[in-house]
């Protein structure tokens, strides 16, 4: 009998609508338990209701927030391919230390995600170096190139939990209407890279005073506007579901507002550098500030956070994007766009949106949790009775900086090092077993 008590600390699990002092208690990888105290998040402590074997390892968690393994739908892990950026092995790590027990992996790998075969491998890689679970997205378009659909049935029976070109846009919007229509049939999401390729050619920031200023090429908020508009409209015709990455303008964001008011199958994300950084970063961190879609303004910022108030922006996604030290250091126009984001996450989430006031904790932690797990249809993101035991662990009022010289992630490539952000994951549960702690007696 594998026992473990998490006591006293204070349970958000959206999916069933709890935010109180509880206690849980996980059996062999699964939630047994969940033990309600008699007052509420925040107050004193009352006495474990739950039966107590001595055998039972327990975890302290009083202060602490405890929630559903964090699920992040949104990351590049560049195996197979390009391992000198990212493993499986490194990126389910900085995943594990970020608090996400589940990401998504991006089809963007070499060869791309468009056959069974690659899924057959990121599973066994993940299954033999894995610290978080890996669900993988497949490709829309053979080789990522946009001319010729993948056998998407195939890959969906491989395990395929969706499809993506993402760092890409597909831009023949007939091959989008078959990938949605096929959405609408067998029921996954398209996750759409909203950029317009010719108006975004060459561009390496956002097209505004600060490109103008620096002299760099920049890109227009019309580049994603007009393709998220186009993805709208085809979900809408095809009855598919569409899942907006990145959003970044304050056009995308009244436009998803505007698709789901029509009753459209569209959700949507946000990222951590989304809804913090404007493009004035560029001037600061340069290459760790590119990245595609690019930040753009605070009018932008400000309408991206009034999304995720709002509910019209759906998730919370890392892009979790990691590039070598050499690659970065090509320059502004040379240097591929991304930034890491599994290990910033949580303390971005809490410093910017939580202790901010926008969002409440359950509401952050949903966009995190059980609705990322909606939006994959995948059985995680939930503390329910019998649900696989996938949990963090997060102290709110931690505050630390960001040493991107410590990251897990083979990559450092961040414009937050050395940020001071309050709200830090402290352990990661996944299977019932800790994969992560800042506290070395566990
Ligand atoms: O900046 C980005 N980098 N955006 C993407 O969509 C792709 C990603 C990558 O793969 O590096
Ligand atoms: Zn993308």
Not at 90 to 112: H, I, K
Not at 193 to 221: D, F, Q, W, Y
Request: aromatic fraction near 4%.
């Amino acid at each position: 009998m594998n026992q473990l008590l998490i006591r006293g600390g204070c349970v958000v699990d959206p999916a069933n609508g709890i935010e109180a002092i509880q206690d849980v208690l996980i059996h062999d990888g699964k939630i047994q338990q969940i033990g309600e105290l008699e007052r509420e998040c925040n107050s004193s402590r009352a006495a474990v209701q739950l039966p107590l074997n001595p055998a039972v390892k327990v975890i302290d968690a009083t202060g602490l927030i405890v929630t559903p393994g964090l699920i992040d739908m949104h990351v590049h892990l560049r195996e197979p391919g390009f391992e000198h950026k990212e493993t499986i092995m490194s990126g389910t790590r900085a995943a594990a230390v970020g608090g996400f027990t589940s990401v998504a992996s991006m089809a963007n790998t070499s060869p791309a995600v468009d056959s069974p075969e690659v899924i057959e491998f990121i599973k066994s890689q993940t299954h033999k170096y894995g610290s978080a679970n890996v669900f993988p997205l497949a490709s829309i378009t053979k080789n990522l190139a946009g001319e010729e659909l993948t056998d998407v049935p195939s890959l969906l029976a491989a395990g395929a939990i969706g499809m993506s070109d993402d760092g890409k846009t597909v831009m023949n919007a007939e091959l989008m209407r078959r990938v949605l229509s096929l959405s609408a049939e067998r029921d996954f999401p398209v996750m759409v890279h909203c950029e317009e390729h010719n108006l975004n050619a060459g561009t390496v920031m956002n097209l505004g005073e600060t490109s103008r200023k620096l002299n760099l090429p920049g890109s227009a908020n019309a580049a994603e506007d007009i393709i998220v508009a186009r993805d709208i409209m085809l979900a809408e015709l095809t009855g598919g579901h569409v899942h907006i990455l990145h959003v970044s303008t304050a056009g995308a964001v009244e436009l998803v507002r505007w698709g789901k008011r029509r009753g459209v199958h569209v959700t949507a994300e946000a990222t951590p550098h989304h809804f913090t950084l404007t493009d004035i970063e560029i001037e600061k961190h340069g290459v760790n500030a590119k990245m595609h879609p690019p930040l753009r303004t605070q009018t932008d910022v400000d309408a991206v956070i009034e999304g995720l108030c709002d509910g019209t922006i759906d998730a919370i996604a890392t892009d979790h994007a990691p590039h070598a030290p050499f690659e970065k250091a090509q320059g502004m126009l040379d240097s591929p766009p991304g930034i890491v984001g599994l290990e910033t996450c949580v303390p971005l989430v809490f410093s910017q949106l939580v202790h901010t006031g926008r969002l409440t904790v359950s509401e952050a932690i949903a966009k995190l949790t059980c609705v990322p797990a909606q939006i994959l249809r995948i059985e995680r993101g939930t503390l329910s009775i019998g649900a696989t035991a996938d949990l963090t662990l997060i102290h709110p009022d931690k505050v630390a900086r960001v040493d991107a010289t410590r990251f897990a992630s083979k990559s450092r490539n961040t414009p937050f090092d050395n940020w001071e952000l309050k709200g830090w994951t402290v352990m990661t549960i996944r299977n019932g077993v800790v994969i992560q702690s800042t506290d070395e007696d566990n």
